[in-house]
């Protein structure tokens, strides 16, 4: 697991009031000319109450991992299962 993925993962944590069951983790990292960071997409089980919170935290914008900086995101929950939840989103690593 990449220090971005350990980030964002602290602050979905924080966000979700809850420690997420991490189900897969199929990001990739990515590099331009001037900035560098990560491709995340992340399969996470959570209980309900904390599954909203997040989808909530996530639309909002409060979710700030450590030392990067959310550029897109987004939640999509499983069909007919509202505790499972991919997390689709991209960090640039702050210097």
């Known amino acids: 697991m990449t220090q971005a993925?350990?980030?964002l993962l602290r602050a979905i944590t924080a966000g979700a009031?809850?420690?997420p069951?991490?189900?897969a983790d199929r990001g990739r990292d990515w590099r331009?000319?001037?900035f560098a960071g990560r491709?995340?997409?992340l399969t996470l089980r959570l209980p309900y109450a904390a599954a909203e919170r997040l989808a909530?935290?996530?639309a909002d914008g409060t979710i700030a991992p450590r030392g990067h900086l959310i550029v897109e995101a987004g939640v999509t929950r499983a069909a007919g299962d509202p505790t499972l939840l991919t997390?689709?989103?991209m960090t640039v690593e702050l210097a």
């Open 5 to 7: 993925t350990r980030a």
């Open 17 to 19: 009031g809850a420690e």
């Open 21 to 23: 069951q991490l189900l």
């Open 32 to 34: 331009s000319a001037t």
């Open 39 to 41: 491709r995340h997409a």
């Open 56 to 58: 909530a935290a996530m």
């Open 87 to 89: 997390i689709a989103a």
